[in-house]
């Protein structure tokens, strides 16, 4: 709908026109009041996912009639033009200067640092003040968009001001990940956390969650007959999950080293993704529900052994990145010579459930990889024919949710080729997303939108966080016990000790 559409439809609605009025009666419009306070706005993640993904609910009329955004800085120069920049360049919607001057004038800075109690006895002063102005109740969202090291002293401060509860209005805290760096570090955290906020206010991003196609995995295994019944050991041979990605890690040293691809997605969004392949029907679709299947799915997967044979890992050498020349990660401004940090990570687990005892789920995902794909492939144990008489050349069907890029979903079967004798070829039924549906909201603006309107389904628990810490644990250490990763070229599938994993199980991992 255009801003005219808007202005014209408003208008006859009895509507100001102002930015949370832009589609008087959406459904999809967050119907209470609230300011969110962004800590870390200039940063990278919300220059270029938060404000993008609020400018484009923005667009869409699905904030808060009344929504106030803060930013919290170390120095105010510039921060409204980055912001304007970032939105240009990131947002879905087009740019509609309208619709972002209507944000931009709610959109206010308080500047100090994260040790500096008088700066949140300003920010505090700052939030009643708005709150006053717009005749709102103090509904306050604290968006945490920094270096996990900062969360303790940023709760603590808030805590201090007495920000992190209220007589009137709600508050909840968002955090993104890493939620720490093993088990042990992760309750310190989920413990600071919950000495300032109750669990229940505390919403932790796995943005995987907020991916459409992720969501439809649920829909696709429950609304559906025909492949509930074949959703066990007893017809599914093993599970591929990949997440590849063509770029590195340029510029992102200071986060990544040391952290390493294990730890930055498959104790997240890999091992998320797992259990919602792997976990038993919901009672119901509600986030206590979803949360509780996920968790017993994450209490029974474990690693299997030998770990020597069954997990590999690599850093990416020179090569190329999308056809272009680039330096392996040793030469990358940031990273050591002898950086230790895996680019690359592959390993293998098991569910140990009735379902699932004895099918090997492997997971796999790298940076500069040949392609940008993640996908989780299903693939089902071929037909055993009674009679050599009718013995036709045995298929095993393929199963794929397409998650990125083009998102959709595949069955791979065996199909007679036209002509004499009996020869059968994979063929594949396919479903676009994107050819089916209207385009589909980012991940982002789905999860601010939950967080808004107190919907925790697409949150993982700090349960959950930490079964994956203590399912990957053991990994990481061994990793960090025995010798360094391997190379493989830039642009390339990865590392050699990758295809063992399956090739000694007699199986290949489905080409990149
Ligand atoms: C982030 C990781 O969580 O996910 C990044 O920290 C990774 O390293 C990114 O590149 C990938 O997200 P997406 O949505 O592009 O698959």
């Not at 929504?67 to 120095?75: A, Q, W, Y």
């Not at 945490?144 to 009137?168: E, H, K, M, Y």
């Not at 050349?393 to 998102?407: G, T």
């Not at 479903?431 to 107190?454: H, K, N, T």
């Amino acid at each position: 709908m255009t801003v005219s559409e808007v202005q014209e439809r408003n208008s006859l609605a009895g509507g100001s026109g102002a930015v949370g009025e832009a589609l008087i009666g959406n459904p999809c419009q967050v119907t209470e009041s609230a300011t969110m306070v962004i800590f870390g706005i200039a940063g990278d993640l919300a220059r270029k996912k938060l404000v993008p993904a609020i400018y484009d609910l923005a667009h869409g009329g699905q904030l808060p009639l009344d929504f106030d955004l803060v930013g919290f800085v170390r120095s105010s120069t510039d921060v409204e033009t980055l912001l304007r920049q970032a939105v240009i360049a990131y947002a879905r919607a087009p740019f509609d200067s309208e619709v972002w001057e209507a944000l931009a004038k709610r959109i206010h800075l308080v500047q100090g640092s994260f040790d500096d109690t008088a700066a949140f006895a300003a920010l505090a002063t700052r939030l009643t003040e708005l709150d006053v102005r717009h005749g709102k109740p103090g509904n306050y969202v604290f968006y945490l968009s920094i270096p996990p090291s900062a969360f303790a002293t940023v709760c603590d401060q808030l805590a201090i001001t007495g920000l992190n509860r209220g007589d009137s209005g709600w508050r909840r805290v968002v955090v993104e990940k890493p939620f720490g760096h093993d088990l042990a570090s992760s309750q310190t955290l989920g413990a600071a956390l919950e000495r300032v906020f109750p669990s229940s206010s505390i919403y932790r991003i796995d943005h995987y969650l907020g991916k459409e196609t992720v969501q439809n995995i649920l829909a696709l295994r429950f609304a559906n007959g025909m492949f509930e019944p074949l959703w066990n050991n007893r017809h599914i041979d093993h599970v591929q999950i990949t997440m590849s990605e063509s770029v590195g890690v340029t510029g992102r040293a200071g986060y990544y080293d040391g952290v390493g691809a294990a730890r930055d997605v498959i104790q997240n969004h890999l091992l998320q993704l797992l259990a919602l392949i792997a976990m038993e029907e919901p009672v119901r679709l509600d986030a206590d529900s979803i949360a509780a299947e996920k968790i017993k799915i994450l209490s029974a997967t474990e690693l299997l052994g030998p770990l020597s044979e069954t997990s590999a890992r690599g850093q990416y050498g020179a090569g190329v990145e999308n056809d272009v020349p680039v330096p392996g990660l040793a030469d990358e401004s940031g990273f050591t010579a002898d950086s230790a940090t895996e680019t690359f990570a592959a390993l293998t687990v098991g569910v140990a459930t009735r379902r699932w005892a004895g099918v090997p789920f492997f997971i796999r995902t790298g940076k500069r990889l040949t392609r940008r794909t993640t996908e989780i492939a299903v693939t089902f144990t071929p037909p055993v024919h009674g009679s050599p008489a009718a013995r036709v050349a045995a298929v095993s069907n393929v199963l794929v949710f397409r998650v990125q890029p083009d998102d959709g979903i595949e069955l791979h079967i065996g199909a007679k080729r036209p002509g004499d004798g009996m020869h059968i070829q994979p063929v594949s039924l396919g479903m676009d997303f994107r050819s089916v549906f209207d385009e589909a909201p980012e991940a982002y603006e789905r999860l601010i939108r939950d967080v808004l309107r107190a919907d925790a389904t697409l949150f993982p628990r700090r349960e959950e966080v930490e079964l994956s810490w203590q399912i990957i644990d053991p990994l990481l250490e061994h990793w960090g016990t025995f010798g360094r990763p391997d190379t493989y070229p830039s642009g390339t599938a990865g590392p050699a000790s990758a295809e063992r994993i399956l090739s000694r199980t007699g199986r290949v991992w489905r080409p990149l």
